[in-house]
């Protein structure tokens, strides 16, 4: 079994900072993909920031220069480091993975998420 929890959430106010983790664990191979999304109220899930190819990583336009992605290959785990926070990036934050599992087979998930809210 796999799990994706995610941490670091809570409220701020706007210009701060706030540092999201996603720990995937359990009979994990290989990471081939771990990615961020968020849901604002009222609006559709948004990407907001992805490694690809294991090497380079893309943001959504809104988040560029703000938000850092980086990744712990050791602990399973990816950072979303957020600064300059604005209300606009009020909403879920979820992490979403694309994993190969210790018996060979690919594993596909969403963690639960973790609220952010910027007050202005």
């Known amino acids: 079994q796999v799990q994706l929890v995610e941490s670091g959430g809570g409220s701020v106010q706007a210009g701060g900072s706030l540092r999201l983790s996603c720990a995937a664990s359990?009979?994990?191979?290989?990471?081939?993909?771990m990615d961020w999304y968020r849901q604002a109220p009222g609006k559709q899930r948004e990407s907001v920031a992805r490694?690809?190819?294991?090497?380079?990583?893309t943001y959504a336009h809104s988040v560029k220069g703000r938000f850092t992605l980086s990744r712990d290959n050791a602990k399973n785990t990816e950072y979303l480091q957020m600064n300059s926070l604005q209300p606009d990036d009020t909403g879920v934050y979820y992490c979403?993975?694309?994993?190969?599992?210790?018996?060979?087979?690919?594993?596909?998930?969403w963690g639960q998420g973790t609220q952010v809210t910027v007050s202005s």
């Open positions: 490694i690809v190819n294991n090497d380079s990583t």
């Open positions: 359990g009979s994990i191979l290989a990471i081939n993909s």
């Open positions: 979403h993975a694309e994993i190969v599992k210790l018996v060979g087979t690919k594993w596909i998930g």
